[in-house]
């Protein structure tokens, strides 16, 4: 049983833009920070954005720098991942994490909770 549901995957053609969204679910979590991870087949789960739900940290993998935005919504207490520009190398399931820390946040050891992940593919 997840913590939290990512949704909004799907398949979208290279140059093309897909958002994201994670939700924590019906099961009661606290956290200070909220990631979002990724992995390729045959790879391992990788760092690619986190921000804290005060803003005063945004982190992100230097591969999708000015191409993705990390955000969220406080009220709602969802994040959001905002992918432009996407690349077929940019093709993997994406994982939301949650973390009662504030640092480390590009380390996946820090997080205490995780969704299930959502499948991203981009088509060339």
């Known amino acids: 049983q997840v913590q939290l549901v990512e949704s909004g995957g799907g398949l979208v053609r290279a140059g093309g833009s897909l958002t994201i969204s994670c939700v924590p679910s019906?099961?009661?979590?606290?956290?200070?920070?909220m990631g979002w991870f990724r992995q390729a087949p045959g790879k391992e789960r990788e760092f690619v954005a986190a921000?804290?739900?005060?803003?005063?940290?945004?982190r992100y993998t230097q591969s999708v720098k000015g191409r993705f935005t990390i955000s969220r919504d406080v009220f709602k207490k969802t994040v959001y991942l905002k992918m432009n520009n996407l690349e077929p190398e940019d093709t993997a399931v994406y994982y939301c994490?949650?973390?009662?820390?504030?640092?480390?946040?590009?380390?996946?050891?820090?997080?205490?909770?995780w969704g299930q992940g959502t499948q991203v593919t981009v088509a060339s």
């Open positions: 019906t099961r009661p979590f606290g956290s200070f920070a």
């Open positions: 994490a949650a973390a009662t820390s504030t640092e480390g946040l590009e380390d996946e050891a820090t997080y205490d909770s």
């Open positions: 921000v804290t739900w005060n803003l005063g940290a945004l």
